[in-house]
């Protein structure tokens, strides 16, 4: 069964970093690109970051790009997003995503549960 | 970057009627591989998202054959047969042909 859990979420002021980290079970992780959606509370969902399979290539949104890293440790089937400057409207549930592979190519087919990330002093 | 717009924002539906949720893209969404990557989720309460279509009208796995989508270029549509209780949540589109990947915004879709 394939599984996502998030973890790394906690209250940060704003102006502070933190890490998000995402243990992935049930498939090869190694074989699939992964992601970071977030919801801000009470709104839609917002494409954060993709990394591909071997971590080689990152791809971001404008509003996180310079701030946000997406990374992988395959080695430990995990999907990490380091966040630094945060702000306020920064907060939000963090979800990890898999990217599909043949079926559902480019979208996501399973996603976590999700970590929740607030900013605020 | 593309916007996705869904319309409309919201549905009040009598169980076993159908409904129809549209979106609209900026610009076409069928990309230099010939596929076109418009995907549907369904957010029920407390969950995160799931898919139900991929790439515009194929249906994920155990997604049931209520629900179908439909559409090209920069008109989608999904659309579902018969609505059931179990249905209710929030439902996006979303593509995924150019980077960054946009979702809609959302129709919350509730029974009457």
């Known amino acids: 069964e394939v599984q996502l859990v998030e973890s790394g979420g906690g209250l940060v002021q704003p102006g502070g970093s933190l890490r998000l980290s995402c243990t992935a079970s049930?498939?090869?992780?190694?074989?699939?690109?992964m992601s970071w959606v977030r919801q801000a509370p009470g709104k839609g969902l917002e494409w954060l970051a993709n990394v591909n399979q071997d971590g080689s290539l990152e791809q971001y949104v404008d509003s996180v790009r310079g701030r946000f890293t997406i990374s992988r440790d395959n080695a430990n089937n995990a999907l990490l997003l380091q966040m630094n400057s945060l702000r306020v409207e920064d907060t939000a549930l963090y979800y990890c995503a898999r990217v599909g592979t043949g079926v559902v190519e480019r979208g996501f087919d399973y996603w976590g549960q999700g970590t929740l990330v607030t900013v605020s002093s | 970057d593309v916007v996705m717009t869904q319309t409309p924002l919201s549905l009040s539906v009598t169980p076993g009627q159908p409904a129809s949720i549209s979106c609209k893209s900026s610009?076409?969404?069928?990309?230099?591989?010939?596929?076109?990557?418009l995907y549907w989720y369904l957010q029920k309460p407390g969950q995160p998202p799931q898919v139900l279509i991929y790439?515009?009208?194929n249906r994920f796995s155990g997604v049931p054959d209520r629900f179908s989508g439909s559409g090209s270029g920069t008109d989608f549509t999904l659309k579902i047969s018969r609505v059931e209780a179990d249905d209710v949540g929030v439902y996006y589109c979303m593509q995924s042909t150019y980077v960054p990947w946009t979702f809609g915004q959302g129709t919350k879709v509730e029974i009457k």
């Open positions: 790439e515009v009208s």
């Open positions: 610009q076409s969404l069928l990309s230099s591989e010939g596929k076109t990557y």
């Open positions: 049930g498939f090869t992780f190694s074989r699939y690109w």
